[in-house]
């Protein structure tokens, strides 16, 4: 509205400018934030907080912009971090949760000991992806891990699961476990590829429009079922056979013991 009761237009007093803007803002303590993250060089972490320290001090911020109490708490991948240890409770937690579930469908305690090997086959591989490709494991790679951890049993429960049906039905163990390994290699591969192929997009997408990359996210999964798919049907039949004579020995030591203790006590029984 102007003076006189009339109204003048705004690109008169205005410019009109399409520009892209944030896609979410995230407040704290009803302020808005915006958080910056830093990957240092190794063995340089000191000397890039002092930097980073002294062109804070030089930036002249305007008026209601300013650091946040953790700006210059750099947090170094691979430290000791609450983030990365409620990750490896998280890791460790979903191994027995795994083992107690196979312990529930198998009816037995020692059997799914051989397929819980499988896990730190899928690590071997999680670690040599990230070497040959020269990215550093971070925070979604680890969560990778705990995705990982319940991906790589399933080879080993359809292996051990076949192998018990086969043997049920008389077949002998040695003929049983590579018969369940020849007649599931296929399946096996097939489920393996598909998850692999899958995670290829993810890894080479780079980072997204917040600076958030899936990358370590998409070698963890693919170098973790690489390896374990191909060391499953090798491995977990070596420990099948390890972990039921063990059991089968410790069963009978546990039974003479038992016999013997009791032949001890009818020696020495009143009226002997």
């Excluded at 937690?93 to 896990?119: N, Q, R």
Aim: contains cysteine.
């Amino acid at each position: 509205p102007t003076g006189q009761g009339g109204f003048a237009p705004l690109a008169s007093v205005t410019s009109v400018e399409h520009i892209q803007g944030v896609r979410h803002i995230f407040r704290r303590d009803k302020r808005t934030q915006r958080t910056l993250t830093l990957e240092l060089e190794e063995g340089r972490e000191e000397e890039a907080r002092r930097r980073i320290e002294a062109v804070q001090n030089q930036l002249d911020l305007p008026e209601g912009v300013r650091f946040g109490e953790q700006m210059g708490r750099v947090r170094l991948g691979g430290g000791p971090d609450e983030d990365m240890e409620g990750m490896k409770f998280a890791i460790a937690l979903s191994i027995v949760f795994i083992y107690l579930l196979m312990g529930f469908l198998f009816e037995s305690a020692i059997l799914p000991l051989s397929i819980i090997t499988t896990i730190p086959l899928a690590g071997i591989g999680v670690v040599w992806a990230h070497l040959a490709t020269g990215y550093d494991l971070d925070g979604l790679g680890v969560v990778g891990i705990v995705l990982l951890v319940g991906v790589v049993v399933n080879n080993g429960i359809v292996l051990v699961d076949y192998t018990n049906r086969l043997r049920k039905s008389g077949t002998p163990r040695r003929e049983a476990l590579l018969l369940a390994a020849e007649r599931r290699f296929r399946p096996i591969m097939m489920t393996a590829m598909t998850t692999i192929c899958g995670m290829v997009p993810v890894t080479l997408s780079g980072a997204t429009s917040i600076g958030l990359s899936y990358t370590s996210f998409g070698l963890t999964l693919i170098g973790g079922l690489t390896t374990a798919t191909l060391l499953t049907l090798l491995v977990v039949p070596v420990f099948y056979t390890f972990f039921e004579d063990l059991g089968e020995m410790s069963a009978g030591l546990i039974k003479g013991a038992w016999q013997g203790r009791g032949a001890t006590g009818a020696d020495i029984s009143p009226g002997a």
